[in-house]
Structures are given as C-alpha cells and as structure tokens.
C-alpha cells in the first residue's frame, strides 16, 4: 500500500488514509473543494469522521451517516469533497465500496488491461439538487492486480470529457507497460511523474493497493 499527496498550492485539503478494523483494510482518498485556506483543517475533520463511521459493519447506513456529517461539517461554506472510501478483505479480495464525486479509481490488471471502477453518486456536502444518494458497490481485486484511486485532481475538478479520456490513456499506458502486474510503488511513481508533466493545476493525491501473488 502506497499513496502520496502532491500540492499546487500551500493549503492541501487532500488526504489519504488506510488503517484495519476487525482484519479488513479500510482506504481513503477525499479532497475538500471550495473551502480555500480552511481546507487542511477540514479535510483533517473529515478524515477522522470516517475513521470513526468506518467502524460500522452496515456500510450504506455508514455512508448516509458519513454524508450527514459532512454536510453539517461544511454548512453553508460552499464546500464539498470528493471522496472514495472502502473496505477490503485481505482473505477474499471483495472491496465494498462508495466512490462520491469527480473521482477515479481503476483496477490494473495483470494482463495488461484497466477497469474503471463505477461511481456511486455526487460529492459529498453539496445541496440535495446534486442528489442526495450514494450506492455502496462491490468489486474484487485478485491477486496480481493494483488498485489505483486518483483524486479529482487528476480531472481538473470540471469533469471534462477530454481531461478524463487523457488519464484513461494514460492508465491504459501503464496497464499495457507492466503486463504481469505492477506493484503498489510503480504505479504511484508512474501516475504522479504523468501529472506533473501535465502542470496540474490543483493538488493531486493517489492510493495505490497491490494483491501479491501467492
């Protein structure tokens, strides 16, 4: 397990997070978007909310109760965060999961290909206008495989169809040079050197979790 945190700016409301609860692996990835100078003190709150939240075996009522709290954290600020939180089993490989936000997570497989992981729903703290439901999704990340979880930074925030077919390029680079697998290391190197060379505009923050082979 591997994540770095590359700023653009002095205030970074990016983190990263992993710790067990109960011998499950629990991840975070979350950036606090529109909260200016407060948002290192945010993105702190948030992240030891869903410390906490993430101790609950029930996972939809976890996000609700994530959600909830988050938006009574933000208020009216303006705010919002962009959030991918999971919970793995190391003896099984099934990662439950709530993508929420302009986020992306992506498994690279052993034989060269990658597989977008699907959204949940909106940022987190937005008005219900946005929506006010996240679904908890499921997947399996097998041995050999990386997973791969990029802030929104990496889409430049707007969700543009161009920034995102660029980064899924270069995933799809990555996935096709390391056919075999690519450890947890490589593929934060590999995709943090990618952004810097592309003058990313805002903060970048990347997770990346290899299954090794048995």
């Not at 002095?10 to 629990?26: I, M, P, S, T």
């Not at 909260?35 to 996972?59: E, Y």
């Not at 077919?165 to 697998?181: I, K, M, S």
Request: glycine letters at 10%; aromatic letters at 6%.
């Amino acid at each position: 397990m591997v994540g770095r945190c590359t700023p653009a700016r002095r205030a970074v409301g990016n983190y990263f997070d992993w710790h067990l609860v109960d011998g499950r692996l629990q991840l975070q990835v979350a950036d606090v978007v529109g909260a200016g100078a407060s948002a290192p003190t945010i993105a702190a709150c948030v992240r030891i909310l869903l410390r906490v939240i993430s101790q609950d075996s029930d996972h939809q009522r976890a996000t609700d109760r994530a959600a909830a709290g988050i938006r009574a954290l933000l208020g009216n600020a303006g705010a919002f965060v962009t959030a991918f939180a999971a919970t793995l089993d190391p003896a099984t490989g099934t990662l439950t999961y709530v993508l929420a936000g302009h986020g992306m997570a992506v498994v690279l497989g052993v034989d060269g290909s990658h597989r977008r992981l699907a959204s949940s729903g909106p940022s987190l703290g937005l008005s219900s206008a946005y929506g006010t439901g996240w679904q908890v999704r499921t997947t399996t990340v097998v041995p050999g495989q990386t997973l791969l979880v990029l802030s929104d930074g990496f889409l430049e925030l707007d969700s543009d169809p161009e920034a995102q077919e660029l980064v899924d390029q270069a995933l799809e680079q990555v996935a096709a040079r390391y056919r075999g697998g690519i450890d947890a290391h490589q593929a934060v190197e590999l995709v943090t050197a990618w952004a810097v060379t592309q003058d990313h505009p805002i903060d970048i923050t990347v997770l990346a979790l290899h299954r090794t082979l048995v």
